[in-house]
């Protein structure tokens, strides 16, 4: 590649092929099984966040180590294997690397059940972390490659839901679990049922072609992921939002896996409590900001994709207002109502966020770039966000006591809001010579 600042085939007319397009049916029907496997992928991952304090009293581990369970031991390999994961699904077919990638993590969840200590969790928690690197990269570009540009936000929100469905089966099911048949049963019976959506999803979906939506030519050229770096480093726009989601990610996944127990220890709720009102909260709230997001920067970006981005970033910004009375009310119901608000507005940049980075990557880049703005948000999201939350509690304790986790969310939440709110308002000024850069590369 002569000129990493130009990606392939832009402005081109696609090579005429037999089947280069895919029926409506078709792309419906890939999209919500994409959607669906999702929804496997959150609750595998975010069951474990209502499930730590019955793993804390069987173990007897301190706060940090539950911050390194549920974030760095199933991080740390999730984010450095799904760079080279992506290289291989921009060159392989996709479907298959879903369903492969479907079967390692459900596999993995099930094995946790059966952990003796808190090693050998974590290194289930690795596996699963193994697993679910190989499916949000090819899964970005197979739906980038259905969608055309001014559907692609709304396609991604679709897709999201799949987050919010995911953490409210998770919540709600995890909760009754772990509080009438134990957390390791709980893990079995999540982890079981993903073998056989892999193998429904390998038999079913169809393999788009590659650069379908956008009227580009796939000259099936191939790409390192340093100069699939440089080009998208060379976009200011994609810097931004990468850091902008990268910090919040890092706060959500703090209050994702401390939430809970915050809510136990400060407002005396059980885990059943915990696991009804979070899951109904946060499904609902989170399903309407991603599709709600996603829908909104299509209409808004229509006329300006930099009036989309600063819609997200006001987003951002109002949502931290509630940060305060979400840590400081004393009533539990109260703050779970206040906690809906502020969960929908900060996840109304991400559907825009996966989809601008589709669009400012060539065809044979998508998966790549999406790994790579995935490698920045769960590194700052998944690898230090309930680590710094954890060891922050444990920290506070000495003059917190019991109300340490409450301090420590509420330190985390009020530094990172106006930040995020400002990465969005920086990409927004640079979004639009970006994308015009490469419409006429």
């Given at each position: 590649?002569?000129?990493?600042?130009?990606?392939?085939?832009?402005?081109?007319?696609?090579?005429p092929s037999s089947g280069s397009q895919m029926g409506r049916r078709a792309r419906r029907y890939a999209l919500v099984l994409i959607a669906t496997v999702y929804v496997f992928n959150f609750i595998d991952?975010?069951?474990?966040?209502?499930?730590?304090?019955?793993?804390?009293?069987?173990?007897?581990?301190?706060?940090?180590?539950?911050?390194?369970?549920?974030?760095?031991?199933?991080?740390?390999?999730?984010?450095?294997?799904?760079?080279?994961i992506a290289v291989v699904a921009d060159r392989w077919n996709r479907r298959n690397l879903i369903a492969i990638s479907l079967t390692v993590w459900s596999a993995m969840t099930a094995l946790s059940g059966a952990a003796a200590n808190i090693v050998q969790l974590s290194m289930a928690r690795i596996g699963v972390g193994i697993g679910e690197a190989g499916f949000a990269p090819p899964a970005h570009s197979m739906i980038a490659d259905m969608y055309?540009?001014?559907?692609?936000?709304?396609?991604?929100?679709?897709?999201?839901?799949?987050?919010?469905?995911?953490?409210?089966?998770?919540?709600?099911?995890?909760?009754?679990?772990?509080?009438?048949?134990?957390?390791?049963?709980?893990?079995?019976?999540?982890?079981?049922?993903?073998l056989v959506l892999a193998a429904l999803f390998r038999a079913t979906v169809t393999e788009?072609?590659?650069?379908?939506?956008?009227?580009?030519?796939?000259?099936?050229?191939?790409?390192?992921?340093?100069?699939?770096?440089?080009?998208?480093?060379?976009?200011k726009s994609f810097v931004h939002?990468?850091?902008?989601?990268?910090?919040?990610?890092?706060?959500?996944?703090?209050?994702?896996?401390?939430f809970p127990s915050f809510l136990e220890r400060s407002h005396g709720l059980d885990l059943q409590q915990i696991g009804v009102y979070l899951g109904?909260?946060?499904g609902i709230s989170t399903g309407i900001g991603f599709v709600g997001g996603g829908y909104i920067a299509d209409k808004i970006g229509a006329k300006s994709q930099r009036l989309a981005l600063w819609t997200m970033?006001?987003?951002?910004?109002?949502?931290?207002?509630?940060?305060f009375p979400l840590y400081l009310l004393t009533d539990p119901f109260v703050v779970i109502a206040v906690f809906f608000l502020p969960s929908l507005l900060n996840n109304m940049y991400l559907a825009t966020t996966f989809a601008q980075t589709q669009g400012l990557a060539g065809v044979r880049m998508r998966s790549v770039a999406s790994s790579l703005l995935l490698f920045v948000i769960n590194v700052l999201g998944l690898g230090f966000g309930p680590l710094v939350a954890g060891w922050l509690s444990d920290w506070l304790a000495a003059t917190s006591g019991s109300e340490s986790l409450r301090y420590s969310?509420?330190?985390?939440?009020?530094?990172?809001?106006?930040?995020?709110?400002?990465?969005?308002?920086?990409?927004?000024?640079y979004i639009e010579p970006d994308l015009a850069r490469v419409a006429v590369s």
């Open positions: 590649m002569s000129d990493p600042t130009a990606p392939p085939g832009a402005g081109k007319a696609p090579a991952r975010q069951i474990l966040a209502i499930l730590l304090p019955a793993i804390k009293a069987e173990f007897g581990v301190a706060d940090w180590v539950l911050g390194f369970l549920a974030g760095p031991a199933f991080a740390i390999f999730y984010v450095t294997l799904g760079i080279p055309p540009p001014e559907r692609r936000s709304l396609a991604m929100g679709i897709f999201t839901l799949g987050i919010s469905l995911g953490i409210m089966i998770a919540y709600l099911g995890g909760g009754w679990m772990a509080q009438n048949i134990g957390w390791r049963q709980a893990l079995v019976i999540v982890g079981v049922p993903g788009p072609p590659r650069g379908m939506s956008d009227g580009r030519a796939d000259r099936g050229e191939r790409f390192r992921v340093l100069d699939v770096a440089r080009y998208l480093l060379d976009r939002m990468a850091v902008g989601a990268g910090l919040a990610s890092f706060n959500a996944y703090a209050v994702l896996s401390f109904l909260i946060i970033s006001a987003a951002m910004l109002l949502g931290w207002v509630f940060v969310l509420l330190i985390i939440g009020a530094v990172t809001g106006p930040w995020i709110a400002f990465h969005f308002y920086a990409a927004g000024r």
